[in-house]
């Protein structure tokens, strides 16, 4: 949810540094890409990337959230946003690209807020006699942000937002009895927008449940689905887990043959060259585009070399 752009907007306006938000265009907002990392750029930030265009100039602002479960540390958050904003510069300066302003958002969901003074690089440094770093480092600034989800009632936001944050509280550690108080704030919408929304917001959690080893439990589900719908609560149900079904059954149709196309790819590579580099394999199975990966299957029949294969893969 927090990939789509108006819930992201929606989400800067009410918890995100003003002064940022006051430079910020937004209504150019557009996510970023995030297969950043990497020496041939197929390793992924595994957090949200933004684009933001800065009002004034053709300059812009790289927003990334960075999500935090349940964590009673931040010590490692430092180097992961230098880890991050190195590899975004150097994305845009491959591209002559001018290079962004970083804005980092540690959104945290713990069940208490976070009361210690924020970890910073100079910590992993090697200290002298009175505790202060021996040598310099340069340091990234971020701001964190505490849901106050052990309070719904201090969420703000539209309904969207304010139900995306409660399920992901709810989702990532919380009280599950919450489950269905987390899409009363559906009720606000226009029933043809809610029912698109709880589906969405449905199928997250479903997929939240399966990253944990749970599933999805009907009979909370249709709790919490008949209290925004009423009457029409069952009927809801019954589409949105058909849908489900139908939906999970193409998706696994997809990746079948995008294990097989990959395969494809490899088997010719090792026909004709034997050996493949671990980086070439480890690029092809990055790929799922049946697209692509038809057309590397023709490039891997007809190159000269691997070299000249590994060209195309860049």
């Not at 540690?106 to 440094?125: F, I, N």
């Not at 449905?202 to 449940?209: H, I, P, Q, W």
């Not at 394999?281 to 990966?293: F, G, K, M, V, Y």
């Amino acid at each position: 949810m927090f990939g789509q752009v108006l819930v992201f907007t929606d989400f800067l306006l009410h918890y995100a540094d003003k002064k940022f938000v006051a430079a910020i265009d937004l209504p150019k907002i557009t996510p970023a890409p995030t297969h950043y990392l990497g020496a041939k750029g197929d390793e992924r930030i595994v957090d949200l990337v933004f684009h933001c265009p800065l009002k004034t100039g053709n300059r812009s602002l790289m927003a990334v959230i960075v999500f935090e479960h349940e964590s009673k540390s931040l010590k490692h958050i430092p180097r992961k946003l230098h880890k991050y904003i190195s590899a975004i510069w150097d994305a845009e300066a491959k591209e002559s690209k001018p290079l962004s302003a970083p804005y980092f958002i540690v959104l945290r969901t713990g069940k208490m807020p976070y009361r210690k003074r924020y970890p910073t690089m100079s910590d992993l440094l090697p200290q002298d006699k009175d505790g202060k770093p021996i040598g310099k480092v340069v340091e990234v600034e971020y701001d964190v942000i505490d849901l106050p989800a052990w309070d719904f009632d201090k969420l703000v936001g539209g309904a969207v937002l304010r139900s995306a944050l409660m399920l992901l509280h709810t989702t990532t550690g919380g009280d599950l009895d919450d489950f269905p108080k987390a899409l009363l704030p559906l009720l606000e919408l226009p029933e043809g927008n809610r029912i698109e929304v709880t589906k969405e917001l449905l199928d997250f959690v479903d997929k939240a449940f399966k990253a944990s080893y749970r599933s999805l439990d009907a009979a909370t589900v249709s709790i919490a689905v008949n209290t925004i719908f009423k009457e029409k609560g069952e009927a809801m149900i019954k589409s949105i887990f058909d849908e489900q079904q139908d939906i999970g059954e193409a998706r696994g149709e997809a990746r079948g043959e995008a294990k097989a196309g990959r395969n494809m790819v490899l088997t010719v590579l090792r026909a004709r060259f034997k050996k493949v580099p671990k980086e070439v394999e480890r690029a092809i199975s990055t790929i799922s585009d049946p697209i692509a990966l038809e057309s590397w299957a023709a490039q891997a029949a007809t190159c000269q070399s691997l070299d000249e294969f590994a060209e195309v893969l860049r």
